[in-house]
């Protein structure tokens, strides 16, 4: 006698669940232009690496003998898999069941059966969203209201921040209980066109605001990657919102305990771009491409930039130096003069905790004309944003390098630097200056009066401002403080030399809460 029948029955099970919504489910997913759960899977994990936990939870029907007669999965796959050969805990919503709404009572809470999360696990954490959210037919099916506790994932989510990387990828509705999952995550990115964020749909707003709108103007990929700043980065589609998520996870460790994995280490550490002996205009008027520093500076290819289309004065992301991954903060003088307003510093703010977490070293690319100026910045509490920026970075532990590539002035210049017990560096191009405040703008307030008492004010003016540029050049400070000054093209070699040694730090401070909280 054998188990062969059950062993059948179970198989049967197992495809009834790969089933999910059905032929109807099905239909209704791919005419919104969305792929069904199983296919991002596949896009996103090593082929059958997927380990899916509480398959068969689910809802059934029997007949009177006892025969299984239907079953309808639950909504949330939940497993472990691998990316690249590295495991990972995935959660993925169906939407062809249900909307993926409604009261989780289909098998996605462990009550015992040895489902570990990803804190548990000390896994990256991987959100493939697509939901409507709670609904109201909840009741029907609870038959009973009951009191809104938060999302279950709350606390993990919390704690696993500071410990194992966080990404959400939006590839249909984050609504309802899982609108916080896009923030909270270190990471997030949604799909152009299917993905949106919002605690409550245009129904919604319609009975409450009497506002007709529909979801991409509510909360779509334009709003929350460009207004908001709720979602990181866009991409043009789910397959690309698949593959930045494997890009990001590939400069993290998988938990605070681990050394940031080293990549490729092809690319020479000393080559040398002739583009930048020339990038920096010597018009402080005139602009640049910030790509074309990175490019030139570190390894071919490797730079992953976040949040591109928010705070655009700001650059920020991961790259790598000799195959070490890296934090990059720059500046682009093409948006606002590169000015630093509070959304560029919110997002800088978010990169220096990312980095702190999980034991990346920082470099900052230094071309600050200062804080953004203007009503609208008061409005929007530059101050404020300016000041969790300096706490970031006067908190962290990791090695910091510091370029100057043109301008570092006034109070935004002066906060972003890093000099403490740790391995910190500074150097500057040589066409580099520097101050409280910029000639043009600081004469008129230093010097007024004896401006309006000379005969020709104007005269006078540029008479002061010609004296004071004499007193900007780079060698006097390199005189008197010891500041190394550097070649451009030597910064590539210096960096990858930095980072290098950087390593032997690194070690000493593997594990949870060595520098901030990390706080979303």
């Excluded at 696990?121 to 506790?149: C, H, K, M, Q, W």
């Amino acid at each position: 006698m054998t188990w062969q029948r059950e062993v059948d029955e179970l198989r049967r099970r197992h495809a009834m669940a790969e089933a999910m919504g059905g032929p109807e489910g099905e239909q209704r997913q791919r005419s919104r232009g969305k792929l069904l759960v199983r296919e991002r899977l596949d896009m996103l994990v090593d082929p059958g690496s997927f380990q899916q936990m509480g398959k068969l939870a689910g809802h059934a029907e029997y007949d009177a003998d006892g025969n299984l007669t239907a079953f309808t999965p639950g909504s949330r796959l939940r497993g472990v898999a691998k990316i690249n050969g590295r495991r990972v805990w995935v959660q993925a919503n169906d939407f062809s069941v249900r909307g993926a709404s409604g009261h989780d009572d289909d098998g996605g809470v462990d009550i015992g059966h040895g489902h570990p999360d990803a804190l548990e696990l000390r896994l990256p954490a991987v959100f493939l969203i697509d939901t409507a959210g709670g609904s109201v037919n909840e009741y029907n099916e609870l038959g009973r209201t009951y009191i809104p506790d938060g999302p279950e994932y709350s606390e993990s989510i919390s704690n696993q921040l500071s410990l194992a990387p966080v990404v959400s990828v939006v590839l249909g509705p984050a609504a309802g209980g899982s609108a916080p999952l896009p923030p909270l995550a270190h990471f997030s990115v949604m799909a152009k066109g299917t993905g949106q964020v919002f605690p409550g749909g245009p129904p919604v707003v319609k009975a409450a605001l009497g506002i007709d709108i529909d979801k991409e103007d509510l909360g779509g990929w334009r709003i929350h990657t460009r207004v908001s700043g709720v979602v990181d980065n866009a991409a043009e589609d789910e397959a690309d919102a698949i593959e930045q998520t494997k890009r990001f996870l590939s400069y993290l460790p998988d938990n605070v305990w681990q050394m940031p994995p080293r990549g490729d280490t092809s690319d020479d550490p000393n080559r040398r771009d002739e583009r930048l002996l020339s990038l920096v205009p010597r018009d402080i008027r005139r602009v640049y491409d910030p790509y074309v520093m990175i490019e030139g500076v570190f390894d071919t290819g490797s730079f992953f930039e976040i949040a591109p289309d928010y705070g655009r004065s700001r650059v920020i992301g991961l790259a790598r130096a000799h195959g070490y991954p890296i934090g990059v903060i720059t500046s682009n003088p093409r948006y606002q003069g590169g000015s630093m307003n509070t959304a560029a510093a919110e997002k800088s703010t978010r990169l220096v905790q990312l980095c702190d977490t999980f034991h990346i070293p920082v470099v900052i690319l230094l071309d600050e004309p200062g804080f953004q100026v203007g009503v609208d910045s008061e409005k929007q509490g530059v101050e404020r944003a300016g000041a969790r920026l300096m706490h970031a970075m006067l908190q962290s532990k990791m090695p910091w390098v510091s370029i100057i590539l043109r301008r570092t002035f006034g109070l935004a210049g002066g906060i972003q630097y890093r000099a403490g017990p740790h391995l910190y560096r500074r150097y500057a191009w040589v066409s580099g200056r520097w101050g409280s405040m910029h000639i043009e703008g600081g004469t008129d307030a230093a010097f007024r009066r004896v401006i309006a008492e000379a005969p020709d004010p104007d005269a006078k003016r540029a008479e002061i401002e010609d004296g004071l540029r004499r007193l900007t050049s780079p060698f006097r400070t390199a005189e008197a403080s010891g500041l190394d000054l550097i070649d451009p093209r030597e910064t590539r070699s210096l960096l990858c030399d930095f980072v290098d040694m950087a390593q032997g730090v690194i070690k000493t401070q593997l594990g949870p809460g060595v520098g901030p909280t990390y706080r979303p």
